[in-house]
């Protein structure tokens, strides 16, 4: 892996868009700098811009292109987290570290805890805080209600306690409190109740919770490398996810998918599981090293070495596609994907990003079902490609449809508000269907689709238009017989047959 020593590297924060992968830097280079954490749109992250070693907080604005400084007390302040509005982070300005929070929408600091030894490793999520607590002398997990400014003890004094994560209400941990290793404990803030997790044989560490799951690795095989567990909160049922992965790595879960990296085959890969149908995906196994993987909701963003370069690539866990983010020659690492951004640290323009337009590209398109009508607006696509009949429509929304039968479908944005072209290609990319005008400068035409191939329906506009449109798709009218009858790719006695059969009932009725 390479050197992130921060005397060793000058790097900046920055950012791209996914369909065309257009970086943009959040912050100049400074020495120290990369993407901590993410949340909507704000990331933040520890910055040695300042002279003497200090360690500062500063933070990036999205939507609204603006960095902004979080906390630049003097001595060090460290591993920022972010919820909502909420920053907390580790701080040492009294000369042991406690822990201090900032509050984006009033602008004003306070502190936490401020307790004596130190207090680190903060992680919040809504109303929550979370941290390690060597208060006394001990090895303490503490948490803290922003909204009632209570604290609470968490996880008492206990060996291997390690730092915590927190979901919700929900707080794990692990700690050594008898047996073979230290175990997995959950505590609950509402009930303000501690509860056991997984108290199996041997080690288990490193957990993470999101929502209704918590994950870690665990060594009760007696194996090395551990495997990968789950937890279900809501059903208390626990799961093996796999076997034999790498402890190095972080482990990350959205929703109902738990990501993760893996040597397989001699080769560290990234591979996820979808919790709600109990299936394993194969999200990257190019050659070379893949790791440090991220995700939020359907994206996954990770570091690849493919082309012998640390370079971005995602993922989209719905489509099942893969896209290059970042591909330049300098090193990039640490990425993170947060709603419609991803953020990384570059070693050339410090911390990049890119915004993640829905319908952009192929690898962002969304599933339109049969009969239903998808709307949106080109106004702020960023597509660079063009179809094969049309002139110079760049400006593009992709989406996919899978027919459940062989049929012919009308694909339709007649009653658009632009001049618009409306394309069909297969899954190889392949342009099978082109309209430009049929419905005034509008386009609709027919799919001769076959059951369960996926297809990418692209809408576009003439000559670089753009504006507000209404997709549909529904199975074609009875209209002209075509040659290829039943749709199966040849022409045929069969089709001659079925034209034989619908002339002579046509003529009957």
């Not at 291997?160 to 979901?167: D, L, R, T, V, W």
């Not at 893969?322 to 640290?345: A, H, K």
Request: charge should be negative; glycine fraction near 8%.
């Amino acid at each position: 892996m390479i050197n992130k020593s921060k005397c060793l590297w000058v790097c900046v924060i920055v950012a791209v868009q996914v369909s065309t992968f257009a970086k943009f830097p959040i912050s100049t280079p400074f020495r120290g700098q990369a993407p901590i954490a993410i949340d909507g749109s704000i990331v933040v992250w520890e910055d040695e811009r300042a002279t003497g070693g200090q360690l500062d907080i500063y933070g990036y604005n999205f939507e609204t292109g603006v960095e902004f400084p979080i906390c630049t007390a003097f001595e060090r302040q460290g591993a920022p987290d972010i919820s909502g509005n909420i920053v907390v982070w580790e701080d040492r300005r009294n000369g042991t570290y406690d822990i201090y929070g900032y509050d984006l929408t009033t602008q004003s600091e306070f502190s936490i805890c401020s307790e004596a030894w130190d207090q680190t490793k903060a992680c919040i999520d809504g109303n929550y805080v979370a941290w390690f607590d060597d208060r006394n002398g001990g090895q303490s997990i503490y948490g803290y209600d922003i909204s009632t400014h209570q604290e609470f003890l968490i996880g008492a004094d206990a060996y291997h306690n390690a730092e915590p994560s927190i979901s919700g209400n929900i707080v794990v941990w692990t700690a050594l409190k008898g047996g073979t290793g230290p175990d997995i404990y959950g505590y609950d803030f509402s009930t303000q109740t501690e509860f056991v997790i997984c108290a199996a044989s041997n080690t288990q560490e490193k957990p993470v919770v999101n929502g209704n799951y918590v994950a870690w690795y665990d060594y009760r095989a007696g194996n090395y490398p551990p495997d990968l567990y789950c937890y279900d909160l809501s059903s208390h049922q626990e799961l093996l996810i796999s076997t034999g992965c790498e402890p190095s790595q972080s482990i990350r879960i959205s929703g109902d998918y738990i990501v993760w990296a893996q040597e397989r085959n001699d080769a560290l890969d990234i591979y996820g599981y979808d919790l709600n149908n109990n299936q394993e995906i194969s999200i990257c196994t190019a050659n070379g090293w893949q790791g440090d993987p991220y995700v939020d909701n359907n994206i996954v963003v990770w570091v690849d070495r493919r082309n012998g370069n640390y370079d971005i690539y995602g993922y989209k866990l719905t489509t099942h596609q893969e896209f290059s983010v970042d591909t330049d020659s300098y090193q990039q690492d640490l990425p993170m994907v947060s709603g419609n951004y991803i953020c990384w640290r570059d070693f050339h323009w410090g911390i990049s990003a890119t915004t993640v337009l829905p319908n952009d590209d192929t690898p962002l398109s969304t599933e339109i079902l049969l009969g239903q009508v998808m709307s949106g607006s080109t106004t702020d696509a960023s597509g660079a490609d063009m179809t094969l009949l049309g002139y110079n429509d760049f400006k593009d929304h992709w989406y996919y449809f899978i027919p459940a039968t062989t049929d012919r479908y009308t694909v339709s944005v007649c009653g658009s508000s632009f001049d618009t072209t409306l394309a069909v290609f297969d899954e190889n990319m392949f342009e099978v269907e082109f309209n430009d005008n049929s419905c005034g400068d509008q386009s609709k035409l027919i799919l001769r689709g076959k059951a369960d191939k996926k297809y990418y329906v692209r809408v576009s506009g003439y000559d670089g238009d753009n504006g507000n449109y209404n997709l549909s798709i529904i199975k074609d009218s009875p209209g002209p017989l075509r040659s290829d009858i039943n749709c199966d790719g040849i022409v045929d006695m069969v089709d001659l047959s079925i034209m034989g059969l619908e002339w002579l009932s046509d003529n009957q009725n």
